[in-house]
């Protein structure tokens, strides 16, 4: 069994209050074509029907679908890393990625990643929304300009040249992401600059260039509103001065 599923992927979703905006069929239609993937739910602390849906989908996959059920809430960063070492713990796939529930970026780009990475060999890749010609990238402007000041601002504290620290969907080997995740992260939401501060504590500038690869989605779509409330986004720059002191 653990040697079948060294072929296979998880991928971490993280929930709260998903029942509104989670596509069911989507996952159900992906999942009755695609039994090389198997998906982790996290219900992190839900108040509305979230884990009922949950739970229907997993009737319906029993064998595909995994819920991990908080019963209070601990923040996107924390859900992740529960997830993530779940997966790493008791599904033992070789690849684990984590996914927003809302699928703005679809689930066919998710496999157009993965498919990369395994043609590459890479350790680990992540989706970036670069509007360009030919891609269907729909962003709120007052999100996409807050982003391309967030991404510098990022991208001179890390010391890296990222496009897109922030974009949902991140893969990794579990190899690799059982060094990421082990430890907790610094803050709640923007735990991907920390994710990315870990990468730099372990390989330097000329490794990180082929371990991994920032990969340009051909499609994202704006779904809703964020999670992330405006009292958090005041906090924003003290939790990237806290993550500069602490990977610095």
Known sequence: DVYKRQKLITIVVPCYNESGRLPFMAFDRFLNINS???????????????IIILKELK????????????????????AVRQGMLFSMNCLKTKYVAFLDADL???????????QIMQQKELLFVFGSRIASYGNIIERYKFRHYGGRIFATIVSMILGL???????GIKIFTSE????LFQCSFEDRWIFDVEIFA???R???????????????????????????????LVKVPISLFRIWLAYR
């Open 161 to 167: 040249v990222i496009y897109d620290t922030q974009c």
């Open 104 to 114: 703005s970026t679809s689930l066919t780009e998710v496999l157009r990643l993965f």
């Open 176 to 179: 690799l992401a059982k060094r």
């Open 198 to 200: 870990r990468l730099k």
């Open 202 to 232: 372990m390989y330097n500038l000329e490794e990180l260039r082929e371990v991994m690869l920032e990969i340009p989605l051909s499609e994202w779509t704006e779904t809703g509103s964020s999670r992330i409330k405006f009292k958090d």
């Open 59 to 78: 009737i319906l996959h029993p064998h595909h679908v995994f819920v991990v059920d908080n019963s209070i809430n601990q923040g996107k960063a924390e």
């Open 36 to 50: 090389h993937v198997i998906f982790c739910f996290v219900n992190d602390g839900s108040n509305d029907k979230t």
